[in-house]
Antibody, heavy 122, light 108 residues
Framework: QVQLVESGGGVVQPGRSLRLSCTGS????????LHWVRQAPGKGLEWVAV????????YYADSVKGRFTISIDNSRNTRYLQMNGLREEDTAVYYC???????????????WGRGTLVTVSP | EIVLTQSPASLSVSPGETATLSCRAS??????LAWYQQKPGQGPRLLIF???TRDTGVPARFSGSGSGTEFTLTISSLQTDDFAVYYC??????????FGQGTKVEIK
């Protein structure tokens, strides 16, 4: 079954860290770029970060630049989002989404996971 | 950063009727626009890319049109399964990839 599965969400205090994982199955994960997109409770979609198929290109939203790091482990079919210095405004469901191109910029995000909830609260 | 503005914010439609959703870009994005459907508790699903191309398995009652700055998603003969939130997204000028704020299609 072709799917993406996120994990690693939870409740953390402001300033703390969390690492999210996105695992792909049913397709050749290493042949695609991978995005993280988040959705605050009751809000719309916000793009967070992307990594190319080989990890050579990474881009971040201004709102997370310098705090979040996206990485790759092709041996495990997994991408990661390391989130440091978490703020209450980072509270959201975090989705990973596949880009049809190896270096991103493809026509839409053609496969999404179900998301993992991150809650940042004192 | 390209801003996408969707209208209306919500739409009440009876099953069997047609829903027309709009998305306006703050600058010319050619046809580099996608539409997504999101149901409660689920991740978004890609419906349309290149403004008018249906993704694999998307029913023909979903159609997209437009280019430049004005885009439309039309859902014909609405079925109960179609009541959801719909987002447009541009991939013309990135990063960042940007989304509209969404249109909620509700049952009338």
């Amino acid at each position: 079954q072709v799917q993406l599965v996120e994990s690693g969400g939870g409740v953390v205090q402001p300033g703390r860290s969390l690492r999210l994982s996105c695992t792909g199955s049913g397709f050749t994960f290493r042949s695609y770029a991978l995005h993280w997109v988040r959705q605050a409770p009751g809000k719309g979609l916000e793009w967070v970060a992307v990594i190319s198929y080989d990890g050579s290109n990474r881009y971040y939203a201004d709102s997370v630049k310098g705090r979040f790091t996206i990485s790759i482990d092709n041996s495990r079919n997994t991408r990661y989002l390391q989130m440091n210095g978490l703020r209450e405004e980072d509270t959201a469901v975090y989705y990973c989404a596949r880009d049809p191109h190896i270096r991103a910029g493809g026509p839409g995000f053609d496969l999404w996971g179900r998301g993992t909830l991150v809650t940042v609260s004192p | 950063e390209i801003v996408l503005t969707q209208s209306p914010a919500s739409l009440s439609v009876s099953p069997g009727e047609t829903a027309t959703l709009s998305c306006r870009a703050s600058q010319n994005i050619r046809t580099d626009l996608a539409w997504y459907q999101q149901k409660p508790g689920q991740g978004p699903r890609l419906l349309i890319f290149e403004a008018s191309t249906r993704d694999t398995g998307v029913p023909a009652r979903f159609s997209g049109s437009g280019s430049g700055t004005e885009f439309t998603l039309t859902i014909s003969s609405l079925q109960t399964d179609d009541f959801a939130v719909y987002y447009c997204q541009q991939y013309n000028n990135w990063p960042p990839w940007t989304f509209g704020q969404g249109t909620k299609v509700e049952i009338k």
